[in-house]
């Protein structure tokens, strides 16, 4: 599972001035005071007063400060190899940057160590413009594009991926859910009923497993509603405001969270509603089960409301 976000900023007069030097194999820093910070800020970090863009060329070369070695890096760091990430304090500068150290083994790291950049042929005035720092006193300098026009804005993701194992249980849960069913796990001490293939009750510690299962209702009462305006993230579909329900199925203790609310506007959503679960079997196949099981949502039963202070108080 990969939660993804992707993120668009304007650079400004002195982060974006940076960058450009970065499009062409410059680091520039910015004078503050008797200092020169790098990278530039447009404030004095210390006193907030705002900097006149005085800018410097530093570096290329710098000194290693501290440094943190990267043994098993992920597709969001910047190298697909082991690495250090250390604080480098450039020639000509008063504080310290962040950047990769392509050193080749944590043995070959030291603080006090010199290191010098090595740039990418093709710059798009980005921080990954140099791909690493590598041990020595010359920048690797190559050939190659800088964008014609200044770069004003960055984009990036921020990502973070789990690694989720799927336990018996749940592939049975989600069998049942491709069949049109809610399975659900009955512990045999206090009789909570579980969803979603959970393996064990945190109440008494005992392992849940197949003997415990049972069938749980298609009805149930809404409990909790949210309208949600959606914005045009990567990968949303909707364009209207679309309504997420609550539903504690009947005679449980399962509330069944966000789920999809059919054939009602969104003004008219109550509290107390009676729903029932509406399936969809037809499509699925053994090469493409659905990740949602076949549940398409919850639709009103026609029984009058459930009225109990109580309810929104049951969200999960
Ligand atoms: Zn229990």
Sequence with gaps: MTVKFPYRRSLGPVIGAFMN????QKIIGIRNGDQVMVPPLEWDPQTGASLAPDFVDVGPAGTV???TWVAKPTPQHPLDHPFAFALIKLDGADTALVHAVDAGSADAMSTGMRVAPKWKAERIGHIT???????GETAQTVEGGAPEEPVTMMEYDAEIKY??????NVQRAEAAAQEGRFLGLKCPICERVYTNGRGFCPIDSIELTSEHEI???????????TVITPTPYPGQTATEPFARVHVWLDDTHVILGYQTLLDVANEDI?????VKAVWDTSGKTQENPRAEGSLVGFTPTGE????????????L
Excluded: C, Q, S
């Excluded at 690694?163 to 018996?168: E, F, G, M, Q, V």
């Excluded at 069938?215 to 509603?225: K, Q, S």
């Excluded at 109550?270 to 009676?274: C, P, S, T």
């Design 21 to 24: 030097g970065l499009a062409d």
């Design 65 to 67: 400060e501290n440094w």
């Design 129 to 135: 413009d140099i791909v690493a720092f590598v041990p």
């Design 163 to 168: 690694t989720l194992p799927i336990t018996k």
């Design 215 to 225: 069938d749980l209702p298609h009805t149930g009462t809404l409990t909790n509603y």
């Design 270 to 274: 109550r509290i107390g509603m009676r």
């Design 304 to 315: 009058p409301d459930v009225t109990d202070p109580d309810l929104v108080n049951k969200l």
